[in-house]
């Protein structure tokens, strides 16, 4: 510290420390927390206050060789939630609705006097008695935070915690007490929130909003499963709906972070487990998928194609170099056997080794890419030779005598790829869009993202759309129909109960970003220097507004149409340029503004500013 008269005095952590107990009196990451405030000591923290009851902190031996700083924004209350409601069960008991599922914190406001033993738990959902559902395929169990009061009024939230819920069951609670006395403080890493997606049809607005919420939930100091039963950065979310993240907020620094947790997990023979920090250690698949693990060579080449930051490939390379050998040592023959499969899939017949073998593809044609772009040629080389003998041993081993590669799944990692005969490719994007656009999907998480993106490339944006606007088992539309306030680890939604803030089916919102919004990049631009702003407009969809921030600024989109003419708007930020596209919706005049250059059929090339398209009969 530099005091006003030029002196200065340094302040240390160590054994010249004291320590009391405090009113916190248990904490646990999944059980609960429990405060007397009746143990709190007025002004513990200011200077003056006698101490002389307190004794020497003890100074761990090993010291401090782990600690770094935060390279990204920390956790923050970021929204708060009034209880909705004070909800009376059939016995009695008082319980709190702050009207969404949410994470963080259930903080009371109270005027009581002291003693008041009250126990609090948490949860999304209720029995039919009205009471909080807490069992293991939910939130887990026990759950519970209790707070002695102290005389008057006073406030309080859990200090070293926080749950997952949507209610609050609060047991012995007086009678009297409104529902003013619950709040629900929401955290999550503060990233700050970028996107803006909203259309003409309430149920795709109310299908991004679950989506979001869920991603929210989820967003703490990892991208964990959910913010209840595990709380465990499951890797296989982070990259495989990094687009979805990304269009929505700023997660330029927290994902190098996310990074570093991951490559500090990897063990000596070069094996990322399926989770990171590796707080619980798993046997087998659970710790042990290259779908999982892959998110250490995903990662930093989406952070290059996202960002234009080239930093993370290079500071992780030789981590990433050693999971791809990991991988290529337990392979036979060019496939890998072992892993989870198409975890969550409806369609059960998807065979394990082929979902692996897909992983493994994946990290490999990866590597490539990122080797190439450090300019590790002779690597890029070896990278993209081992790619190839993947992708024939995957034929080889998958491929059925139609030429087809079997179920739903199997055959969307097959086009991914790029395995499916040249011939027999718009048979199948057929018969898989006919299947999406019928509600008729099978695949689980690991196919999902892949699903969407292979449907994005081909056009077939009507299928998506039938699933999209879908409200029958299994779709987006069932859960909201059904109540989800944030998107639920199954399809069934709340009418099954297993945890009801999941964001890992979320894939469909990076489609309403690049497929209805149409903010996309052109082939080969990193960092969003060059767009392609190419919207689609299915089905009966009049208007949609997009919105995201990139490296170089806003790029927004808006379009609607109506009696037979099409308006769309672009907003292109500085440094930046974009190929626009209008969608073919059968009308043949087409107007550009002044200074857009002609880029083929409806399509001209744009640089920075606002720009106004229009199509009419």
């Known amino acids: 510290?530099?005091?006003?008269?030029?002196?200065?005095?340094?302040?240390?952590?160590?054994?010249?420390?004291?320590?009391?107990?405090?009113?916190?009196?248990?904490?646990?990451?999944?059980?609960?927390?429990?405060?007397d405030a009746r143990l709190e000591i007025p002004g513990w923290d200011v200077p003056g206050t006698d101490r002389s009851g307190w004794r020497p902190v003890t100074v761990r031996p090993e010291g401090t060789g782990m600690l770094r700083s935060r390279a990204c924004p920390p956790i923050r209350v970021t929204e708060e939630l009034p209880a909705a409601r004070k909800l009376v069960a059939t016995d009695g008991t008082a319980v709190f609705d702050v009207g969404a599922v949410t994470a963080g914190w259930a903080g009371l406001r109270l005027d009581l006097p002291a003693g008041h033993y009250l126990r609090l738990l948490p949860g999304d959902q209720l029995d039919a008695f009205g009471r909080v559902v807490q069992s293991k395929p939910t939130t887990g169990a026990p759950i519970f935070n209790t707070y002695v009061t102290k005389d008057g009024p006073q406030t309080w939230h859990p200090a070293f915690r926080y749950d997952g819920f949507r209610y609050v069951e609060a047991q012995g609670l007086p009678e009297h007490v409104g529902a003013e006395a619950v709040t629900a403080l929401v955290l999550r890493a503060d990233n700050e929130h970028i996107g803006r997606f909203e259309t003409s049809d309430p149920l795709l607005n109310d299908i991004h909003r679950i989506i979001d919420r869920a991603v929210r939930g989820n967003m703490y100091s990892v991208l964990t499963d959910c913010p209840h039963r595990e709380k465990l950065g499951w890797l296989e979310q982070a990259h495989l709906l990094f687009d979805v993240v990304a269009y929505n907020y700023d997660v330029a620094a927290y994902c190098r972070e996310l990074l570093t947790g991951i490559a500090e997990a990897q063990?000596?023979?070069?094996?990322?487990?399926?989770?990171?920090?590796?707080?619980?250690?798993?046997?087998?698949?659970?710790?042990?998928?290259?779908?999982?693990g892959g998110a250490l060579i995903r990662m930093p080449w989406q952070i290059y194609r996202w960002y234009g930051d080239t930093t993370?490939?290079?500071?992780?390379?030789?981590?990433?170099?050693?999971?791809?050998?990991?991988?290529?040592?337990k392979a036979e023959d060019g496939l890998l056997g072992h892993g989870l499969g198409d975890w969550f899939g409806l369609d059960h017949s998807t065979p394990v080794p082929l979902v692996s073998t897909w992983g493994y593809w994946r990290a490999a044609a990866t590597m490539a890419k990122v080797a190439g772009v450090l300019g590790r040629d002779d690597d890029a080389k070896r990278h993209r030779a081992l790619t190839e003998s993947i992708s024939a041993a995957f034929t080889g081993a998958f491929r059925q005598a139609d030429g087809g590669f079997g179920g739903q799944a199997s055959q969307v990692f097959a086009l991914d790829m790029g395995v499916v005969p040249d011939e027999l490719v718009p048979a199948a994007l057929d018969r898989l869009s006919r299947d999406?656009?019928?509600?008729?999907?099978?695949?689980?998480?690991?196919?999902?993202?892949?699903?969407?993106?292979?449907?994005?490339?081909?056009?077939?944006?009507?299928?998506?759309?039938?699933f999209a606007t879908s409200t029958s088992h299994p779709s987006y539309g069932y859960q909201v129909r059904h109540g989800a306030t944030a998107l639920t680890e199954a399809w069934d939604g709340p009418t099954r109960g297993l945890s009801q803030n999941h964001y890992m089916l979320g894939a469909i919102d990076a489609w309403f970003y690049r497929g209805l919004g149409g903010i996309g990049q052109a082939p080969g631009s990193r960092g969003f220097r060059r767009l392609l702003v190419a919207p689609a407009a299915p089905g009966d969809l009049e208007s949609v507004r997009a919105a995201t921030r990139t490296p170089y600024g806003q790029v927004g989109v808006a379009w609607q149409r109506s009696g037979g003419e099409f308006a769309?708007?672009?907003?292109?930020?500085?440094?930046?340029?974009?190929?626009?596209?209008?969608?073919?919706?059968?009308?043949?005049?087409?107007?550009?503004?002044?200074?857009?250059?002609?880029?083929?059929?409806?399509?001209?090339?744009v640089g920075a500013g606002h720009w106004t398209f229009g199509a009419s009969k």
């Open 267 to 292: 063990t000596g023979d070069g094996l990322v487990p399926d989770t990171a920090p590796e707080y619980v250690v798993f046997d087998g698949a659970f710790r042990d998928d290259p779908n999982w």
């Open 568 to 605: 769309l708007e672009v907003e292109v930020p500085p440094g930046s340029s974009a190929e626009v596209r209008l969608p073919d919706l059968g009308l043949t005049r087409h107007a550009a503004p002044e200074g857009a250059v002609a880029a083929g059929e409806r399509a001209w090339q």
């Open 1 to 35: 510290m530099r005091y006003a008269d030029g002196t200065t005095g340094r302040f240390r952590t160590g054994a010249d420390w004291l320590a009391t107990e405090g009113p916190t009196t248990r904490s646990h990451w999944y059980g609960g927390e429990d405060h």
């Open 312 to 329: 993370a490939m290079e500071r992780h390379y030789d981590a990433m170099g050693r999971y791809l050998d990991y991988l290529t040592g």
């Open 436 to 466: 999406v656009r019928e509600g008729a999907i099978t695949v689980g998480e690991i196919a999902l993202p892949a699903l969407y993106q292979v449907l994005t490339r081909a056009g077939r944006h009507e299928a998506l759309w039938g």
